[in-house]
């Protein structure tokens, strides 16, 4: 079965905007810390919110 395109735009609605960011920067930070390990490499990652909060990985050998 294949998936169709998905167009990729802006959530309108702030609860979903806000439930899918969350959502989204677990994964995110989940991929950053699987790439480190895996490839022992020193990731850092920098996220600011759309309020101006910043969320930040790194890990620290």
Excluded at 21 to 47: H, P, T, Y
């Amino acid at each position: 079965m294949v998936r169709g395109k998905t167009v990729i735009s802006r959530i309108e609605n702030t609860t979903s905007r806000q439930v899918t960011f969350s959502k989204r920067r677990s994964g995110l930070f989940k991929k950053a810390k699987e790439l480190a390990i895996l490839c022992d490499a020193q990731v850092g990652v920098l996220v600011f919110s759309s309020t101006g909060r910043l969320y930040d990985y790194s890990n620290s050998r």
